[in-house]
């Protein structure tokens, strides 16, 4: 790293901390950064590090719309509704840095050991720390999977509606939604009634 001029980053926000970390700790600088979609919009890393990220060039999707409801729902998980999903639990004991009764997690990230932890207590709440997860303004992919997902539905929707005569096509004709699986047509579907 001491001969590099210019760096590639792929990695997410949390690993790049570290590296800036270090990067600050060996006094290197005078780096161009190129950045991944994953970390060039993170604030956290611009707020702690901006000197040693001056000149970086990100590559980023357009900051997009909120998902109507994601940071409240993201916010409101609890143990009780987590529970049992390895996913989940590790995200809360990392959160938290702490242990969940019956947790599924085998593994721990950072300096402490897992079984050295307090247990949870389940009053924890996400509005008391935080966590680049939370920031529903910088998921701009998400936000076109979830755009995607929408059209996809109501393509589906409208093909389902379709009636002979009145189509799009050539005499008024529909498109056979049968020629999809059904799971595709019943899935989306009951994705657009959940919105």
């Avoid at 929707?157 to 799009?168: E, L, N, W």
Wanted: charged share 25%.
């Amino acid at each position: 790293m001491k001969t590099s001029k210019v760096i590639v980053n792929f990695s997410g926000e949390s690993e790049m901390q570290d590296i800036l970390r270090e990067v600050q700790r060996r006094n290197i600088t005078g780096l161009q950064w190129i950045a991944s979609e994953a970390w060039a919009t993170a604030k956290s890393l611009w707020e702690k590090s901006g000197k040693l990220l001056q000149g970086t060039l990100g590559f980023a999707i357009q900051r997009a719309a909120v998902i109507p409801g994601l940071h409240q729902h993201l916010t409101s998980l609890s143990p009780l509704s987590i529970h049992k999903t390895a996913f989940l639990d590790e995200f809360w004991e990392e959160t938290f840095k702490c242990r969940l009764n019956d947790s599924i997690n085998t593994h721990y990230h950072g300096e402490d050991t897992y079984h050295d932890r307090k247990m949870c207590k389940g009053t924890e709440k996400f509005d008391d720390v935080y966590s680049p997860y939370f920031d529903v303004t910088q998921l701009r992919v998400s936000y076109n999977v979830y755009k995607a997902v929408y059209l996809v539905a109501h393509s589906l929707q409208d093909m389902s509606d379709c009636k002979d005569g009145k189509g799009p096509f050539q005499n008024g004709s529909c498109a056979n939604p049968k020629n999809f699986k059904p799971w595709e047509v019943k899935s989306a579907v009951t994705f657009i009634k959940m919105l």
